[in-house]
């Protein structure tokens, strides 16, 4: 018996955005705007928040199933999916890796690269997990409780991490983020394949022309089929990546920080500058190549807004 739903992502059109808008107004939910989204409705125990990329509904609380089944599935979507996703997403249950990252918007931090494979019985275990796209959780305890899930299950997996050091020499050798990402996931498929070489393909998010990658891949990967495409968070074994990636992201930037005594923030923002720039006034401009990204224009507006920077 699968476990009780916590969460639930579905993707939507504008159309659907906007049926589902009509329908909560209708049945008295309280409106509250957030960044990046189309708008978040809350009532009771129950939260749906659509996001503006995509856009995607991500619904969370108590009485998740009854909302999907009684009003999401019959008066958006028009189809029943929840339970019934080999019917519809078979591809989703074969086997195959699914490949992700974090850290690449954010101006502090590695940038992480992890891959999970998973088959029918691995896809299921982390659909009644609750895995989902590590950007549609916000609590870091439920980002590191599913990546505890995902180690137990046995999925292999594989997570690169390439910290501000090594990450702003292979920038300044490569001179190209799509082709450095493109270095860290064939890395990560390469690690897959030798855990299992009989595979048949791996799925990540679009990021670049797939020659690129291709081009990466060393032995190992070379006769492994490549596929990208938009939204493919929607995969249990892209969005369990997701979740390793970031879990290794967050650890990084609190060990990191409790180490050099500056909290060191996420994306970049006015926190990110205030950091930066008391690293900086610690230990010189130089500094930020253990901590940061120095290819970000932040970097250069931290050094040269300091005297003597």
């Known amino acids: 018996m699968s476990k009780p739903l916590h969460s639930h992502t579905a993707p939507l059109t504008t159309e659907q955005a906007e049926a589902l808008k009509t329908i909560l107004v209708e049945q008295g939910y309280?409106?509250?705007?957030?960044?990046?989204?189309?708008?978040?409705?809350r009532k009771q125990k129950?939260?749906?928040?659509?996001?503006?990329?995509?856009?995607?509904?991500?619904?969370?609380?108590?009485?998740?199933?009854?909302?999907?089944?009684?009003?999401?599935?019959?008066?958006?979507?028009?189809?029943?999916?929840?339970?019934?996703?080999?019917?519809?997403?078979?591809?989703?249950?074969e086997p195959h890796f699914g490949i992700d990252e974090s850290g690449k918007g954010d101006f502090f931090g590695p940038l992480v690269i992890a891959g999970v494979y998973v088959d029918a019985g691995l896809a299921k275990t982390f659909r009644d997990a609750g895995v989902q796209d590590s950007k549609a959780i916000g609590?870091?305890?439920?980002i590191r409780d599913l990546a505890d899930a995902i180690r137990k299950s046995g999925a292999p997996h594989s997570v690169v991490t390439i910290a501000?050091?090594?990450?702003?020499?292979?920038?300044?050798?490569?001179?190209?983020?799509?082709?450095?990402?493109?270095w860290g996931h064939a890395r990560v498929i390469e690690n897959l394949c030798e855990a299992r070489p009989d595979c048949p393909r791996a799925l990540s998010d679009k990021f670049a022309d797939v020659r690129v990658l291709e081009r990466a891949l060393m032995e190992k990967g070379k006769t492994i089929r490549l596929d990208q495409r938009t939204k493919a968070e929607?995969?249990?074994?892209?969005?369990?990546?997701?979740i390793l990636a970031r879990e290794k992201f967050i650890?990084?930037?609190?060990?990191?920080?409790?180490?050099?005594?500056?909290?060191?923030?996420?994306?970049?923002?006015?926190?990110?500058?205030?950091?930066?720039?008391?690293?900086?006034?610690?230990?010189?401009?130089?500094?930020?190549e253990n901590f940061a990204k120095t290819h970000f224009k932040t970097a250069g507006e931290i050094s040269g807004?300091?005297?003597n920077g």
């Open 30 to 41: 309280e409106f509250e705007q957030k960044p990046y989204m189309l708008y978040s409705a």
């Open 46 to 93: 129950l939260t749906i928040a659509v996001y503006e990329k995509g856009p995607k509904a991500v619904i969370q609380g108590k009485g998740i199933e009854d909302f999907i089944t009684f009003v999401l599935e019959p008066f958006v979507l028009g189809e029943a999916r929840l339970g019934y996703e080999e019917v519809h997403s078979p591809e989703l249950f």
């Open 139 to 142: 609590s870091d305890r439920r």
């Open 164 to 182: 501000p050091p090594r990450y702003n020499e292979l920038y300044r050798k490569i001179g190209n983020l799509n082709r450095l990402l493109a």
């Open 234 to 242: 929607s995969d249990f074994a892209v969005a369990a990546a997701s």
């Open 251 to 288: 650890g990084w930037l609190e060990e990191a920080g409790g180490k050099a005594g500056v909290k060191l923030a996420r994306g970049v923002s006015a926190a990110v500058k205030a950091a930066a720039a008391e690293i900086v006034s610690k230990s010189g401009p130089g500094a930020l």
């Open 305 to 307: 807004s300091l005297p």
